[in-house]
């Protein structure tokens, strides 16, 4: 991930103040979430492991509309670099509010796993990543370049034990998200 400069702040000291200011390594795992075959649209995952100064951090998006208010819905998509990922749920930042988005640049991604994996050992996958506050515009900080490079695959993301630096979890946001997490955990075991 590459670090850009920004044109706001959001309250959120990792996006604001990131301790490597130029690069951080970042781990991400894609995934579709209904498990219905490749030729149905899904709502699709993208979970990201970042360093951060005391080790890591996760943070966890899902395919969603981009403007108001499907910025809050779960969007089913046929491949990922089509539409964008976000945050769906709010951190808490100092000043309030802010969701994250990551949206696809480049390459085009095919829709099934084994040729996203094929393509990303081809070419890097790059990603715009920005921030909002809930009815805001958004606001580029960072370029994620992603490339399939294999690893662990047994990775547990907790986005809401495994916090950004400076965010904080809204009590309601957490109770929506616990229970859904807790079950895909229960099932993936």
Same mark, same amino acid.
């Given at each position: 991930? *590459?670090? #850009?400069?920004?044109?706001?702040?959001? #309250?959120?000291?990792?996006?604001?103040?990131?301790?490597?200011? &130029?690069?951080?390594?970042?781990?991400?795992?894609?995934?579709?979430?209904?498990?219905?075959?490749?030729?149905?649209?899904?709502?699709?995952?993208?979970?990201?492991? =970042?360093?951060?100064? &005391?080790?890591?951090?996760? +943070?966890?998006?899902? @395919? &969603?509309?981009?403007?108001?208010?499907?910025?809050?819905? +779960? =969007?089913? /998509?046929? =491949?990922? @670099?089509?539409?964008?990922?976000?945050?769906?749920?709010?951190?808490?930042?100092?000043?309030?509010?802010?969701?994250?988005?990551?949206?696809?640049?480049?390459?085009?991604?095919?829709?099934?796993?084994?040729?996203?994996? /094929?393509?990303?050992?081809?070419?890097?996958?790059?990603?715009?990543?920005? *921030?909002? &506050?809930?009815?805001?515009?958004?606001?580029? *900080?960072?370029?994620?370049?992603?490339?399939?490079?294999?690893?662990? @695959?047994?990775?547990? *993301?907790?986005?809401?034990? @495994?916090?950004?630096?400076?965010?904080?979890?809204?009590?309601?946001?957490?109770?929506?998200?616990?229970?859904?997490?807790?079950? =895909?955990?229960?099932?993936?075991?």
């Amino acid at each position: 991930m *590459f670090w #850009g400069d920004r044109d706001r702040a959001s #309250g959120i000291e990792w996006i604001d103040a990131p301790s490597n200011r &130029t690069r951080s390594n970042v781990t991400a795992r894609y995934s579709r979430s209904l498990g219905v075959p490749d030729s149905f649209p899904d709502v699709l995952g993208l979970a990201l492991r =970042v360093e951060t100064d &005391t080790g890591h951090a996760d +943070l966890e998006l899902a @395919s &969603t509309g981009s403007g108001l208010p499907l910025r809050f819905a +779960l =969007v089913p /998509r046929w =491949v990922p @670099s089509r539409g964008v990922f976000t945050t769906l749920l709010p951190y808490r930042g100092d000043a309030g509010p802010v969701l994250i988005r990551a949206r696809p640049l480049r390459p085009s991604l095919p829709a099934d796993l084994p040729g996203i994996e /094929r393509a990303l050992r081809e070419e890097t996958w790059r990603l715009s990543l920005s *921030f909002a &506050t809930p009815g805001g515009p958004w606001h580029p *900080f960072a370029l994620l370049s992603l490339n399939a490079r294999g690893g662990d @695959s047994d990775i547990r *993301f907790d986005a809401g034990s @495994s916090i950004l630096p400076g965010a904080r979890m809204y009590r309601w946001a957490n109770a929506v998200r616990q229970p859904s997490y807790d079950a =895909v955990q229960r099932r993936d075991r």
